[in-house]
């Protein structure tokens, strides 16, 4: 599957715990996008990595949110002690370096706090 | 900041039709606008990418439009199916952005 890939699809979580999201980029593309879509709400930008180098994280909360891009395997994103208000899809989308290249998204992960 | 806006929110059809979803956006410099299809619980499928520089795109039954100067994307469906049932979403890549900001989308329905 050459497409952008996402795991888990879904992921459960109490409140407190961590949750690591994963995706690994379409091949040939460096760059990787993370958005958030809340319920009923559009899709929100949170950050953007090439490898190894957080580029614009001006949509990542303050508090809690991480995420990498490390020179080898996939991007995490990580949200440490989670609360109610984190569920959400989380979509990755990766593309080719320049502008007016199309974002592929991956089917994103349904994250439920318990 | 660039806010992204879709009309209407939801919109039925009976198979057959013709079709516009509308789609505007505050700020007019932008690199690109894109259309999307998401199905239920799936991810973005990329439809047609409008450049700047440019006044519409075509692919297949599909077709979209560009006015920068008035802030406004149209996405036309010919002969609407079925199949083309799902929420359809525009995204503008503005200048200065490394990001898309995204409209909430306009959920389709094509009845048989």
């Known amino acids: 599957n050459a497409g952008v890939m996402q795991n888990p699809r879904h992921l459960v979580r109490r409140r407190g715990q961590e949750a690591r999201l994963r995706c690994s980029p379409m091949?040939?593309?460096?760059?990787v996008y993370w958005y958030r879509q809340l319920p009923e709400e559009g899709l929100k930008f949170m950050v953007y990595l090439q490898k190894e180098n957080i580029i614009d994280e001006s949509g990542m909360p303050k508090e809690r949110f991480s995420a990498e891009f490390p020179k080898e395997g996939p991007s995490i994103l990580r949200i440490q002690q989670v609360v109610r208000g984190d569920s959400a899809a989380y979509f990755c989308?990766?593309?080719?370096?320049?502008?007016?290249?199309?974002?592929?998204f991956g089917d994103g992960t349904r994250l439920s706090i318990l | 900041k660039q806010e992204v806006t879709q009309i209407p929110a939801a919109l039925s059809v009976p198979e057959g039709e013709n079709l516009v979803l509308n789609c505007s956006f505050t700020d007019s410099a932008i690199y690109n606008l894109q259309w999307f299809r998401q199905d239920p619980g799936k991810g973005l499928t990329s439809l047609l990418l409008?450049?700047?520089?440019?006044r519409e795109q075509t692919s297949g039954r599909l077709n979209a439009s560009l006015d920068k100067s008035s802030g406004r994307s149209t996405l036309y469906i010919a002969a609407s199916q079925p199949g083309d049932s799902a929420t359809y979403l525009c995204?503008?890549?503005?200048?200065?952005?490394?990001?898309?900001?995204f409209g909430t989308g306009t959920r389709l329905t094509v009845i048989p």
């Open positions: 409008i450049q700047s520089s440019q």
């Open positions: 091949k040939g593309h460096s760059h």
């Open positions: 989308a990766s593309s080719q370096p320049g502008h007016n290249q199309p974002q592929h």
């Open positions: 995204a503008a890549e503005q200048t200065g952005a490394n990001n898309l900001f």
